[in-house]
């Protein structure tokens, strides 16, 4: 197609979501066997038109976003431009799965400088099993359409053996086969294949709790009065400590977002469950979520992700039949919540769990009014908090180098800077109590506190100049790595600070526990809950690392050990502190101590030879970059 046909045409992608709780007593369980459009190429291709078949990541229309790319939700697409066929065969260990998914296509609009009169009528998309047609769907090539599911809302049983074709073709209005004059982008997106299984759902008692994860994005631990900061940022976060577990040294194992939200739901470090950066963002669907485990034993289950990486796009909502997501950037919580509080109104009478991601404190600019006005009242209005990511950048690069924007510099060390960060921060930290304040009277409203467990969270910290530097995922710094951990509710003990450290990735085995099952991935997890726990080295990294005069990117690794944090990247060079005289990280004693640090770098690389990426982890396309480039965790 040409350039110009291309941005004739507006993008509109037809997938199947995941299911919402109706009124019956049983979940459809789907285990997701295997994704399709993962990893190497499986099909074999029977026909093609001018442009090969091939996998690209495709969005619904809606208002545009960077570059003139829509903003809605991204999904993987096999892109068959009709007509075309391809054909796969079902393996052995796939006998008994269904094979799911949604048509997607590309519709003229009225002012998009396409003539709808040069356009074939309809697109066809057929699936057959064996040569028997088991699927149809004629789709508008100039109206948008719904999401269409393959093989209706349960997808179409397969066995082992069993030949599939796909196929796309565009007809005339009298159903007759029609030459399209355009390449027009017409495919199969997110598909899979499933084993289904029902389940009752469970009701809740205080002996059956339900359980609710609330992660609050960029949430470092010192600046909550729960972990003794001079400013009381977390009224409701002390309450709820007092009445629980509150972990004093609890890390998460990455810096930023996608590495550590995956060790929160699956129980794995990231260097095993391989969601590392956009070169591996998908989740292995051979790896189970936490939400996954729960629904063995009837929880039902919901999400509602205030931060576009958290999506069902890259397989987050496995295990969810509620999924709410954001297609670009970090929605507000005065958006998000109130849906996440309906939602647990509507199941109040089931045993649910619920994960609730928020965002209040990701950048500067999430903060309620009366936050705003007890923590930041005398920052000016003129402050921009949107110039956040610039002075970051500018900060960033000025290791290396003089850098380009100057003034941002200027402006960025300014003391008046630094003063109106920090206050917009706490403003930031309070907003996030209130949604926690909310969150904890729904669940009194509708008569659930005394059985349900809530886990409050974080994935990673934020820099606010600590090292010279703002935002996150550059280092492993303790600003960035040490997050709170409070759990509280029914069978947990009362008053309670444990001071082991311990890493976020038991969070999921734990809460396992409490609903009643065991997470299969973890072979070493922890139960935080079970008493005095033993004291394991503590393991982190990010491959968004900067390091010293390293140009670029580079990967971090590090360990808690005892006494001892080591920081490293490569072979050649580390960081070394006592945590108990120095815990702010601020003098390196790495060279007075070389068999230390060489004693440490080989736990951590001996840890890491233990660990295997899964095979189904893939990168990010075009709209993801840009995605990753739109929020600054890429492109600066």
């Known amino acids: 197609m040409s350039s110009a046909s291309t941005t004739a045409l507006v993008l509109a992608v037809l997938l199947g979501g995941a299911c919402s709780p109706g009124s019956s007593d049983a979940i459809l369980v789907r285990d997701v066997h295997a994704?399709?459009?993962?990893?190497?190429?499986?099909?074999?291709?029977?026909?093609?038109?001018?442009?090969?078949?091939?996998?690209?990541?495709?969005?619904?229309?809606?208002?545009?976003?960077?570059?003139?790319?829509?903003?809605?939700?991204?999904?993987?697409?096999?892109?068959?431009?009709?007509?075309?066929?391809?054909?796969?065969?079902?393996?052995?260990?796939?006998?008994?799965?269904?094979?799911?998914?949604?048509t997607a296509l590309r519709t003229a609009g009225e002012d998009e400088g396409v003539d709808p009169a040069s356009l074939p009528p309809w697109i066809v998309f057929e699936v057959r099993v064996d040569g028997e047609l088991v699927d149809s769907r004629r789709a508008s090539s100039t109206e948008p359409a719904d999401w269409a599911a393959v093989g209706g809302s349960r997808g179409i049983p397969v066995r082992a053996g069993a030949v599939i074709e796909l196929a796309t073709r565009c007809e005339g209005d009298d159903g007759n086969a029609v030459v399209p004059t355009l390449s027009i982008p017409a495919g199969f997106g997110q598909l899979r294949l499933e084993r289904q299984?029902?389940?009752?759902?469970?009701?809740?008692?205080?002996?059956?709790?339900?359980?609710?994860?609330?992660?609050?994005?960029?949430?470092?631990?010192?600046?909550?009065s729960t972990y003794g900061y001079e400013r009381e940022t977390s009224p409701t976060l002390d309450r709820l400590a007092a009445d629980g577990v509150v972990f004093d040294e609890a890390y998460a194992t990455s810096s930023w977002t996608w590495p550590s939200t995956t060790s929160i739901l699956t129980g794995l470090l990231p260097e095993r469950h391989?969601?590392?950066?956009?070169?591996?963002?998908?989740?292995?669907?051979?790896?189970?979520?936490?939400?996954?485990?729960?629904?063995?034993?009837?929880?039902?289950?919901?999400?509602?992700?205030?931060?576009?990486?958290?999506?069902?796009?890259?397989?987050?909502?496995?295990?969810?039949?509620?999924?709410?997501?954001?297609?670009?950037?970090?929605?507000?919580?005065?958006d998000l919540v109130p849906k996440a509080l309906e939602w647990v109104r509507e199941n109040a009478g089931r045993r649910f769990f619920l994960y609730l991601h928020l965002a209040d404190t990701h950048g500067l600019t999430h903060t309620?009014?009366?936050?705003?006005?007890?923590?930041?009242?005398?920052?000016?209005?003129?402050?921009?908090?949107?110039?956040?990511?610039?002075?970051?950048?500018?900060?960033?690069?000025?290791?290396?180098?003089?850098?380009?924007d100057q003034e941002g510099l200027r402006v960025a060390q300014r003391k008046e800077t630094r003063k109106a960060v920090n206050q917009l921060y706490d403003a930031a930290v309070y907003s996030g109590d209130l949604w926690l304040e909310r969150l904890l009277g729904?669940?009194?409203?509708?008569?659930?506190?005394?059985?349900?467990?809530?886990?409050?969270?974080?994935?990673?910290?934020?820099?606010?100049?600590?090292?010279g530097a703002l935002r996150h995922g550059h280092s492993?710094?303790?600003?960035?790595?040490?997050?709170?951990?409070?759990?509280?509710?029914?069978?947990?003990?009362?008053?309670?600070?444990?001071?082991?450290?311990?890493?976020?990735?038991?969070?999921?085995?734990?809460?396992?526990?409490l609903g009643g099952v065991v997470m299969e991935g973890p072979i070493d997890a922890l139960d935080l809950l079970a008493g005095e726990l033993p004291e394991r080295p503590v393991f982190f990294s990010t491959e968004h690392g900067l390091w010293k005069d390293v140009?670029?990117?580079?990967?971090?690794?590090?360990?808690?050990?005892?006494?001892?944090?080591?920081?490293?990247?490569?072979?050649?060079?580390?960081?070394?502190?006592?945590?108990?005289?120095?815990?702010?990280?601020?003098?390196?004693?790495?060279?007075?101590?070389?068999?230390?640090?060489?004693?440490?770098?080989?736990?951590?690389?001996?840890?890491?030879?233990?660990?295997?990426?899964?095979?189904?982890?893939?990168?990010?396309?075009?709209?993801?970059?840009?995605?990753?480039?739109?929020?600054?965790?890429?492109?600066?």
């Open 476 to 513: 492993l710094y303790g600003e960035l790595v040490r997050v709170p951990l409070v759990i509280r509710g029914p069978g947990v003990a009362r008053g309670v600070r444990v001071t082991t450290p311990i890493s976020n990735r038991h969070i999921a085995p734990t809460l396992a526990r």
């Open 274 to 334: 391989g969601v590392t950066s956009e070169n591996a963002c998908y989740v292995d669907a051979k790896l189970q979520l936490l939400p996954e485990a729960l629904q063995r034993v009837g929880f039902t289950t919901g999400a509602f992700s205030a931060n576009a990486l958290i999506q069902a796009s890259k397989n987050f909502d496995q295990g969810f039949e509620t999924f709410v997501g954001q297609s670009s950037g970090f929605a507000e919580s005065s």
């Open 551 to 636: 140009p670029g990117r580079t990967t971090i690794r590090g360990v808690r050990d005892g006494d001892w944090v080591l920081h490293f990247s490569g072979k050649a060079d580390a960081r070394l502190f006592r945590f108990g005289v120095d815990p702010l990280e601020a003098q390196d004693v790495a060279p007075a101590n070389e068999t230390r640090v060489e004693s440490l770098r080989e736990l951590v690389e001996e840890r890491g030879s233990l660990s295997r990426r899964p095979d189904g982890v893939d990168g990010a396309g075009e709209l993801t970059l840009e995605l990753l480039e739109g929020i600054g965790y890429i492109g600066e």
């Open 442 to 467: 729904t669940l009194e409203e509708v008569g659930v506190t005394e059985k349900t467990i809530v886990a409050f969270t974080s994935d990673h910290g934020e820099e606010l100049y600590d090292h």
């Open 197 to 224: 299984r029902e389940v009752p759902r469970a009701r809740s008692s205080p002996e059956q709790p339900n359980l609710v994860l609330l992660v609050q994005d960029t949430l470092r631990r010192d600046r909550l």
């Open 35 to 102: 994704y399709i459009l993962g990893g190497e190429p499986r099909w074999e291709v029977v026909e093609q038109s001018s442009r090969a078949p091939k996998v690209t990541e495709f969005s619904p229309p809606g208002e545009s976003g960077p570059r003139g790319r829509p903003r809605r939700e991204v999904r993987r697409t096999l892109l068959m431009p009709p007509p075309a066929r391809v054909r796969f065969e079902v393996r052995p260990d796939e006998d008994g799965t269904s094979l799911c998914g949604a």
């Open 368 to 404: 309620l009014p009366e936050a705003r006005e007890r923590f930041a009242a005398d920052v000016p209005g003129s402050f921009d908090p949107n110039e956040f990511r610039r002075y970051s950048s500018a900060l960033r690069e000025a290791r290396l180098r003089p850098p380009n």
